[in-house]
C-alpha cells in the first residue's frame, strides 16, 4: 500500500475499536492500539462478561499475526490519567491519525449511581482533552477522528432532518438587517454519558479553531453484529457481543434474548426511534474517513455514521417474527420520549461509497452463526435493565419463568 498511515487506535479492545484495528492494519497501516482494558475491567466487577469468548490482548494479536502476518503494537495506556506516558508515546509513534474510541460508553451504567456518573465524566473528558492537549503540545499534525453519538441530539419530535452536525440560523440585527450563522447543531443529551459527547463537541471547536487540528467526529448510531471480514479469520479474533442491561445495545439483546427464550425487553411502547449501523460498516466509514481529513479550515467535520432508523418496536416484531420469541413490554428504565420520530442526514459517507449491510440480510446470519452459537455463555440475572435515570423509576425487571 502506497499511502500508509502511522495510526494510533485508543479504545482499540473494544467492539468497534477492535475490529477497526485490524481493518486498517489489513489496509497496510500502521497500528498501535492503546487501550487500559477498563471495559473488561467493569464486566469483570459488574460480573458480566461478552457472550463470544474474547482472548487476551496478546492472544489476539498473536492470532492476527499468525493468519496475516501483519503486527499490531499494543500499549496499556489510561489516556485519561496517564498524560505523560501517553505523550512520550505519541512523540515515538509520531501518528498521521489518531481515532479515539476510549470512553465510557454506556448510558445505563453512566446513570447508575454517582461514582458511575462521575467517573464517566472524568474519563471521557479528560481523556478526550489529554489526546488533544499531547497532539498540540507536541507540534504533531495528526488528524484526530472521534466517535461521537447520535444521541447527543436528543429526540425531539419535530420532524426535521438533523443535518451533518452545523445549523444555519439567521438573526434579526438592527435596521431589520439578518445576519447568518453556522452554529453546532444544540445538543439535548438524554444521559451523563451522551452529555460527555457534547461537551466533548465543544473541545473539538475549541482544538479546531485555535489550534488548526483537522478533526473528524462522528456522530454513529446505535451499532449491532459481531463479525467482521477481518474477526472471522480465527476464533481468537472475536469480536465482543455485550448483551447486559447496560452494556447490551438494543438489536443485539433482542436477538440474544430469543435464542435463551427471554421475552423481548421492550421498554414501554417501544416507540423510541433509534439510528443504526452494522459494526461492518462502522469499520469501513472509519477507514473512509482516515483516508479523507477534513481540510485545515478552523472547523470540525461532523459526519453522520448511521445507515437506517427503526424503532424499538418495529425490531422486536422483526425478532420475534424470525424466530418466534414473544415481547414483553417493560416499565422503561429510563427517562425518555416514549415515542420519537427521527430523520438524519448521511449524504457523506454514502456520497464515499458506503453500501450499507441491511438489517433485512444481516440478521440471520448474526442470529445464527454468534447468538446461538453461543447462547450457553448467557448469564441470565445480567438480562435486565436495572440501571434507572431517576430514584423514583422502577426498574424494567421482569421475570420470565
Ligand atoms: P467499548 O466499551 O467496547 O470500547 C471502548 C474501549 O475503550 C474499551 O476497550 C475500554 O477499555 C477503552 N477505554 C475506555 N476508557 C479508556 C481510557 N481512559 N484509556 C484507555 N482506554 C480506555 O465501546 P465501543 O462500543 O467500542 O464504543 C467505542 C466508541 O464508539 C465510544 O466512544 C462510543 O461512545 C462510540 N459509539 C459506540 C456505539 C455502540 O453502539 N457501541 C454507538 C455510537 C458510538
Ligand atoms: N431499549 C429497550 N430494551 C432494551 C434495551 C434498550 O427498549 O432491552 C431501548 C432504550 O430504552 C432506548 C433504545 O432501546 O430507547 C436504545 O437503547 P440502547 O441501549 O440500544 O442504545 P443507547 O443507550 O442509545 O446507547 C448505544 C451505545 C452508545 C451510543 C448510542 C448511539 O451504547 O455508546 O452512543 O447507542 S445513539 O443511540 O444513536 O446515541
Not at 440560523?169 to 435596521?175: R, T
Not at 460498516?281 to 485545515?296: E, M, Q, S
Request: a negative charge; aromatic letters at 6%.
Amino acid at each position: 500500500m502506497t499511502n500508509s498511515k502511522n495510526i494510533i487506535v485508543v479504545g482499540g479492545d473494544g467492539f468497534c475499536g477492535w475490529p477497526t484495528a485490524l481493518h486498517l492494519s489489513g489496509q497496510g497501516h500502521n497500528i498501535t492500539i492503546v487501550d487500559n482494558m477498563s471495559r473488561r475491567a467493569i464486566d469483570a466487577k459488574m460480573g458480566a462478561d461478552s457472550l463470544t469468548p474474547l482472548s487476551s490482548m496478546e492472544d489476539r494479536l498473536l492470532a492476527w499475526k499468525e493468519k496475516t502476518g501483519l503486527t499490531i503494537k499494543f500499549e496499556k495506556i489510561d489516556v485519561a490519567r496517564e498524560f505523560d506516558r501517553l505523550r512520550d508515546l505519541m512523540a515515538t509513534v509520531k501518528p498521521d491519525t489518531i481515532i479515539h474510541f476510549g470512553e465510557q460508553r454506556a448510558a445505563p451504567y453512566s446513570m447508575k449511581g454517582v461514582c458511575e456518573k462521575r467517573y464517566t465524566v472524568d474519563n471521557n473528558i479528560s481523556g478526550t482533552h489529554n489526546l488533544l492537549a499531547a497532539s498540540v503540545e507536541l507540534g504533531l499534525d495528526a488528524h484526530f477522528v472521534h466517535l461521537g453519538t447520535m444521541g447527543v441530539y436528543g429526540y425531539d419530535d419535530d420532524g426535521i432532518e438533523i443535518p451533518e452536525g452545523y445549523l444555519p440560523v439567521y438573526i434579526p440585527g438592527d435596521n431589520k438587517k439578518i445576519f447568518q450563522r453556522h452554529i453546532l447543531y444544540p445538543t439535548n443529551p438524554g444521559s451523563v454519558y451522551h452529555m460527555t459527547k457534547s461537551m466533548d463537541q465543544l473541545l473539538f471547536q475549541f482544538y479546531a479553531k485555535n489550534d488548526h487540528m483537522r478533526i473528524t467526529d462522528l456522530h454513529q448510531g446505535i451499532v449491532w453484529g459481531t463479525q467482521t471480514n477481518e474477526t472471522r479469520l480465527d476464533e481468537r479474533l472475536i469480536n465482543r457481543f455485550d448483551y447486559d442491561g447496560d452494556y447490551g445495545t438494543v438489536l443485539n439483546r433482542f436477538l440474544m434474548q430469543a435464542v435463551v427464550g427471554h421475552p423481548l425487553t421492550v421498554h414501554g411502547t417501544g416507540g423510541q426511534t433509534r439510528a443504526f449501523i452494522h459494526i461492518q460498516d462502522t469499520v469501513k466509514c472509519l477507514a473512509l474517513a482516515v483516508a479523507n481529513p477534513p481540510a485545515r479550515d478552523g472547523k470540525v467535520a461532523i459526519l453522520n455514521q448511521m445507515t437506517e432508523t427503526h424503532t424499538v418496536r418495529a425490531l422486536a416484531n422483526l425478532v420475534a417474527e424470525t424466530s418466534g420469541a414473544k415481547i414483553a413490554n417493560v416499565d422503561n428504565p429510563r427517562n425518555e420520549a416514549a415515542e420519537n420520530d427521527l430523520r438524519v442526514s448521511n449524504k457523506t459517507f454514502i456520497s464515499l461509497g458506503l453500501k450499507p449491510v441491511t438489517l433485512a440480510e444481516g440478521l440471520m446470519d448474526e442470529t445464527q452463526q454468534i447468538a446461538a452459537k453461543y447462547a450457553g455463555r448467557c448469564i441470565r440475572k445480567m438480562i435486565p435493565c436495572v440501571s434507572t435515570w431517576t430514584d423514583n423509576q422502577r426498574p424494567g425487571v421482569i421475570d420470565p419463568d
